[in-house]
């Protein structure tokens, strides 16, 4: 497989199979190649230092789209001592600050793929998500901000007071909503959605659920990279284990792949938060080996790395009734840390309920990270409804 088709399907046939869509999503991808800067395009000072990754190997800003959207880097944090625990065991990666329009984790992933949407002159955007998806959320603000049409392709998840909060954000930021039940029917609207676009002009740029393929997954190699650099400067002690929610699965396997590559021995433990596919060791692991292969290819600079079974792990006990379902453990950890961080019941609730629980079985010498990935920015609300398919008003007023 060449790089380019990496970073435009990220594994794609697997998740074809998984979400049960045939050859839809394959299709999308195949339509929607991830381009490439020019090996001249000038290295810009900004890069170098928002970017740990570019700053330890600058060749590689001049082969991959990358655009700030941020406050990148983000600080790290003490939090042992607001949960009761020993000060400095805990530690807080504050990565709900990348942006004061609209953070969060997906931020990361959005710095690449709307650079690559620019690079390629599209003029629009398709995404796919659960109806209070914070990908979602992040595409539409962000997207509307560099001057793209948003398109949001909606499937259901359990409604939640964040969920309204985020359906409202929506119509705030301007997307066009569509309703399709499930995750299957949303990628069958959205190659439709996407012929449609190209027929009126509108030049469709289509992104994955959750926003991970081979290309948005460096954003999370840049934030490993980040990590190392801040343990190096003093700034956070360098931790043994790293606490990170595991939903689609680009934001785990940036980092694994990036710790190793900084010859970092952090051992990464994702949360499962989903009941679907591709929360699953297997897919992380080729996920992270694929990204890093790809950018040994692009700088030979880069050391060559083997992504082992032993780098990292994946909880499953977490997870609950499913996709956004709340638990008591989940609901829980986020009121325990509440007056120091944001957190939702979805992620980062469920996963720092694992890193709790954890710390509190470990030696009081072993440093653990949590990887806050949720949004804490406040961002606008629409005051109404007035845009949304009937099919969720209908499901607002249960």
Same mark, same amino acid.
């Given at each position: 497989?060449?790089?380019?088709?990496?970073?435009?399907?990220?594994?794609?046939?697997?998740?074809?199979?998984?979400?049960?869509?045939?050859?839809?999503?394959?299709?999308?991808?195949?339509?929607?190649?991830?381009?490439?800067?020019?090996?001249?395009?000038?290295?810009?000072?900004?890069?170098?230092?928002?970017?740990?990754?570019?700053?330890?190997?600058?060749?590689? !800003?001049?082969?991959?789209?990358?655009?700030?959207?941020? %406050?990148?880097?983000?600080?790290?944090?003490?939090? $042992?001592?607001?949960?009761?625990?020993?000060?400095?065991?805990?530690?807080?990666?504050?990565?709900?600050?990348? /942006? &004061?329009?609209?953070?969060?984790?997906?931020?990361?992933?959005?710095?690449?793929?709307?650079?690559?949407? !620019?690079?390629?002159?599209?003029?629009?955007?398709?995404?796919?998500?659960?109806?209070?998806?914070?990908? !979602?959320?992040?595409?539409?603000?962000?997207?509307?901000?560099?001057?793209?049409?948003?398109?949001?392709?909606?499937?259901?998840?359990?409604?939640?007071?964040?969920?309204?909060?985020?359906?409202?954000?929506?119509?705030?930021?301007? !997307?066009?909503?569509?309703?399709?039940?499930?995750?299957?029917?949303?990628?069958?609207?959205?190659?439709?959605?996407?012929?449609?676009?190209?027929?009126?002009?509108? /030049? &469709?740029?289509?992104?994955?659920?959750?926003?991970?393929?081979?290309?948005?997954?460096?954003?999370?190699?840049?934030?490993?990279?980040?990590?190392?650099?801040?343990?190096?400067? $003093?700034?956070?002690?360098?931790?043994?284990?790293?606490?990170?929610?595991?939903?689609?699965?680009?934001?785990?396997?940036?980092?694994?792949?990036?710790?190793?590559?900084? $010859?970092?021995?952090?051992?990464?433990?994702?949360?499962?938060?989903?009941?679907?596919?591709?929360?699953?060791?297997?897919?992380?692991?080729?996920?992270?080996?694929?990204?890093?292969?790809?950018?040994?290819?692009?700088?030979?600079?880069?050391?060559?790395?083997?992504?082992?079974?032993?780098?990292?792990?994946?909880?499953?006990?977490?997870?609950?009734?499913?996709?956004?379902?709340?638990?008591?453990?989940?609901? /829980?950890?986020?009121?325990?840390?509440?007056?120091?961080?944001?957190?939702?019941?979805?992620?980062?609730?469920?996963?720092?309920?694992?890193?709790? %629980?954890?710390?509190?079985?470990?030696?009081?010498?072993?440093?653990?990270?949590?990887?806050?990935?949720?949004?804490?920015?406040?961002?606008?609300?629409?005051?109404?409804?007035? $845009?949304?398919?009937?099919?969720?008003?209908?499901?607002? /007023?249960?």
């Amino acid at each position: 497989m060449s790089r380019r088709v990496f970073l435009a399907t990220g594994g794609i046939v697997l998740g074809v199979l998984a979400a049960g869509s045939g050859g839809v999503g394959y299709m999308l991808h195949k339509l929607n190649r991830i381009g490439r800067r020019s090996n001249d395009f000038p290295t810009t000072e900004d890069m170098l230092s928002r970017s740990a990754l570019f700053r330890s190997y600058p060749d590689l !800003a001049r082969h991959i789209p990358w655009i700030s959207l941020g %406050d990148i880097p983000t600080p790290v944090e003490e939090l $042992g001592s607001a949960v009761g625990m020993t000060k400095g065991k805990l530690w807080v990666k504050r990565d709900d600050l990348t /942006s &004061p329009v609209y953070g969060g984790n997906k931020v990361r992933k959005l710095e690449y793929l709307l650079a690559d949407a !620019a690079l390629r002159g599209r003029k629009s955007l398709i995404t796919i998500g659960g109806l209070g998806s914070n990908h !979602a959320l992040a595409t539409a603000v962000h997207g509307y901000q560099k001057g793209f049409e948003v398109h949001l392709c909606l499937f259901d998840q359990p409604f939640s007071k964040y969920v309204r909060r985020n359906l409202a954000g929506f119509l705030a930021a301007g !997307a066009k909503i569509h309703y399709c039940y499930n995750l299957k029917e949303a990628y069958k609207y959205a190659r439709k959605l996407f012929k449609d676009l190209q027929k009126q002009d509108k /030049s &469709p740029y289509f992104i994955l659920s959750g926003g991970t393929c081979g290309l948005s997954n460096v954003g999370h190699v840049n934030a490993a990279m980040e990590v190392a650099r801040q343990v190096k400067d $003093g700034l956070l002690p360098a931790p043994e284990k790293l606490f990170v929610a595991a939903g689609t699965c680009g934001t785990i396997s940036g980092l694994i792949a990036g710790l190793k590559i900084a $010859g970092m021995s952090t051992r990464v433990v994702g949360v499962k938060v989903v009941d679907s596919f591709p929360a699953y060791p297997y897919i992380i692991r080729y996920y992270a080996q694929k990204v890093a292969d790809y950018l040994r290819k692009s700088d030979r600079n880069i050391p060559k790395v083997k992504i082992e079974k032993s780098d990292f792990e994946l909880l499953t006990e977490y997870l609950g009734g499913g996709y956004g379902v709340i638990t008591d453990e989940g609901k /829980s950890a986020v009121n325990r840390v509440s007056e120091k961080i944001s957190l939702e019941t979805t992620y980062t609730g469920k996963t720092l309920a694992a890193c709790l %629980d954890y710390c509190e079985k470990t030696s009081a010498e072993e440093k653990i990270l949590f990887w806050n990935s949720y949004n804490s920015a406040e961002f606008e609300q629409s005051l109404n409804y007035d $845009g949304l398919p009937e099919e969720i008003i209908q499901k607002l /007023s249960l």
